[in-house]
C-alpha cells in the first residue's frame, strides 16, 4: 500500500435519519446493519483491505440506486460500490465508513438475442450464472476468470477484467457494447446500446470499463457473446526453461491461430504450490520435475481438424523440443483438472499465508527476467511465484510469506513498480488500481493524463 490516506472531514457521518430515509425507498430488508454481513462486506477477498461500514444498502433496480446516489451526494455521505468483492486491489472495500451499495440483487437477465448473440442484463448478475444461462442457448460469454462464482458482470466491467479467454475474444472495450450507468448526484445516462457500430459522438461507455465505480455505478449491461462451439481440446505441456515456453507461445499463435482460445503458464514453484495446498491437484508429469508448464486451450468447430491441428502442433514442439512432455486431456474431467492446476493458484495462495500480489503487462521477452530478479533480491525470505496469461504478456508476480512483514514488502516496492515501469509495462494489467495502487499510478501513466480526468 502507498501512504497512509486521512478520512476527509468533508464527507458527512451516517446517522439514524439518513438510515431511515434509505429504509423508506429500499424497504427494511434491503438496509443492511447485521453485524456478520457488514464484517463479510467490509473486508476484501484476500483479507489484506478492512473498512469500518456501518451500512450496506443493496437496491433493486436502477431508479434506487439513482436514488440513493442522489442522496448521499446531496448529504456528503461516501460510497463504494460493491459487485461480488473478489477484486484482488482493496477496490470494492469501504477505506473508512462509506455506505457500501452492493448490486446483489440487481440480478436479473433482461434479453438475449439469439440472432445477434447479444445479452442485457442487470450488473448484479453472477458471471457463472450468466455462463450457465448462454450455456443452455448454445453461446458462452466472452471473459472467463477465477472469480467467475462469486464475481459480478458489474465489477467485471468496472474492472476491465481480463482473465482466460482475452487471448481469443479480446478485451471488454471490444465485447460489451453498452452500459448504463448511474452518476453521483443520480443522474442515469443510458448508453445501453445493442449495437456493434455506433459512430455518433464520443464513445462514453469505454470510461466506464474499468473505471472502478470512481465515475458512477454501473447498473447495466450489453454484451456480444460468441457462440459455443463444438470442438474444446486442452492441452497441458512441460517446458525446460522460460524462453521454450516463449517461442511455444509465437508458434502457438501461427500455427493454431485461429482456434486458439487460452494460453497460459505457471512455474514449478506455482506448481508446487497448488499441489502442497489444494486437495486433489496433482501433477500430471509426477515421475519428472520441470521449471515450467503450458496450457493451451483450443475452440472450433471441426472435431476431427481441430484435434489434428492440435496433436500435429505438439509433435512438432517435441521435435524442436521447446516442450519436455505434454498431455492432451481425453476427456472433460480431466480438461477441468488441468484448468484446476491455474485457476487454483490464487486460492492456494491464500492457504499458504500472506501474499503480496502483482498483475503486470510486460512484453513477453522480458516478462520472467522480473520474477528472477525478485527472488534473488528476496533469497529465502519468500516463495516467489509467476503465473499468467502469457498470451497477453500478462505476468502475476506473487510474493507468498508466512505473514505480512514491512521488511519484505520494502525490498518490493518500489522495486517491482520501477522495474516494470523502465521495461515500458503497466503496474495494473487487469486487476485495476483500487487502493492498493492508487498512489502509484504514475510508474503507468503520465501526470498529464491523470490530470485531464481529474479536471473533468
Ligand atoms: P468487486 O470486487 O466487488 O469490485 C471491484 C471494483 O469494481 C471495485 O472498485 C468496486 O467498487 C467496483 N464495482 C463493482 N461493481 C460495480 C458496479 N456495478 N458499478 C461500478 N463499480 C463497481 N481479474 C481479472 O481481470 N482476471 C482474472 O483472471 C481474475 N481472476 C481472479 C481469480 C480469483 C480467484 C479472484 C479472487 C479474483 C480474480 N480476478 C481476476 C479479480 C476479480 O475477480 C475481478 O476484478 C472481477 O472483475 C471483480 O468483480 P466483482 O464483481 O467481484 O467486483
Ligand atoms: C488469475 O489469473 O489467476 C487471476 O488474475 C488471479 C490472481 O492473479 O491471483
Ligand atoms: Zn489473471
Redesign the pocket.
Known sequence: MGGVVQRSPRFSELNDDDVRYFQEILGKKNVIQDDDKLSAANIDWMHKYKGASKLILQPCNTDQVSQILKYCNSRCLAVVPQGGNTG?VGGSVPVFDEVIVSLSSMNNIISFDKVSGILVCEAGCILENIMSFLDNEGFIMPLD??AKGSCQIGGNVSTNA???RLVRYGSLHGSVLGVEAVLANGTVLDMLKTLRKDNTGYGLKHLFIGSEGSLGIVTKVSILTPPKLSSVNVAFLACKDYSCCQKLLQEAKRKLGEILSAFEFLDSQSMNLVTNHLEGARNPFPTSLHNFYVLIETTGSDESSDKQKLEAFLLGSMENELVSDGVLAQDISQASTFWRL??G??EA?MKAGAVY?Y?LSIPVENLYNLVEEMRSRLGDAANVIG???LGDSNL?L?VSVPRYDNKILSQIEPFVYEWTSKHRGSISA??GVGLMKANEIFYSQSRETVRIVVYY
Do not use: P
Open positions: 484482488l476468470l477465477g481480463g482473465g482466460l491455474r485457476e493458484i490464487s495462495l500480489k498483475d503465473y499468467g496469461h502475476h506473487n487487469e486487476h
